[in-house]
């Protein structure tokens, strides 16, 4: 029994050494690789400037967001291009900096559960009793 052990032990230690030979395997090819992110129009996402500044249009930072990778979804019909950054936004993670932003202008970010993402919508407002 010990000896069958032995010749496994042995065995496996060979096929190791075997395996670990140099100048066996093919060279790895070299250039650009075909993965979607070296295809896309922008390689290196943090290559896009996003217009953080007072007086930006609300329209082209979002378009920025996209184009830095983030999915954002919204209707041209309630983002208008007359949409203007008041002062530049304090927050850094993605979803708060998008609520700061829409905010004044009533409206929100949510998270896009089908799609991932973030959707933009209305601001949900209190709704008024008929009593007062």
Do not use: W
């Amino acid at each position: 029994m010990s000896r069958i052990i032995l010749l496994i032990a042995a065995l496996g230690i060979a096929g190791a050494a075997d395996a670990q030979r140099p100048g066996e395997a093919p060279p790895l090819p070299a250039g650009q690789g075909t993965d979607a992110d070296i295809r896309a129009k922008h390689a290196d996402p943090s290559a896009v400037e996003i217009p953080l500044y007072a007086g930006a249009r609300v329209i082209d930072v979002l378009e920025a967001l996209t184009e830095k990778g983030f999915l954002i979804k919204y209707d041209k019909k309630q983002v208008l291009p007359t949409m203007k950054l008041a002062e530049r936004p304090k927050s850094t993670r993605i979803d708060y900096l998008l609520n700061e932003i829409l905010q004044p202008f009533d409206l929100r970010a949510d998270h896009n559960q089908m799609d991932g993402g973030f959707r933009v919508r209305p601001l949900k407002k209190p709704k008024k009793d008929k009593g007062e």
